[in-house]
């Protein structure tokens, strides 16, 4: 479920703690964004999350103007505790 993924509660509270982790991408706008973005929430089953800006662009969706998600450079330390997370949920 979702609801139980660190990454989906990170966008839902608009944490800016996770900017630079992962960008999460909505299906149905084909827009990815920031964790924190202020934008109105996606529902839970539209979102994917990428690790970084250019492998959202490569699975062929574009930056968010509001939140500017390619502008941030990653946080090593934080992306590999989202894949920690993400493999021990798989």
Do not use: M, N, Q
Not at 49 to 66: E, L, T
Request: charged share 25%; glycine share 4%.
């Amino acid at each position: 479920e979702s609801g139980a993924d660190p990454r989906w509660r990170a966008v839902v509270a608009r944490d800016r703690a996770w900017d630079g982790a992962f960008v999460f991408a909505v299906s149905s706008t084909r827009i990815f964004c920031r964790p924190s973005c202020p934008s109105r929430r996606p529902r839970a089953d539209r979102v994917a999350y990428f690790p970084d800006a250019v492998s959202a662009r490569s699975a062929g969706y574009r930056a968010c103007k509001r939140c500017s998600p390619e502008a941030i450079a990653p946080d090593v330390t934080t992306a590999a505790v989202v894949r920690a997370l993400a493999h021990l949920e798989t």
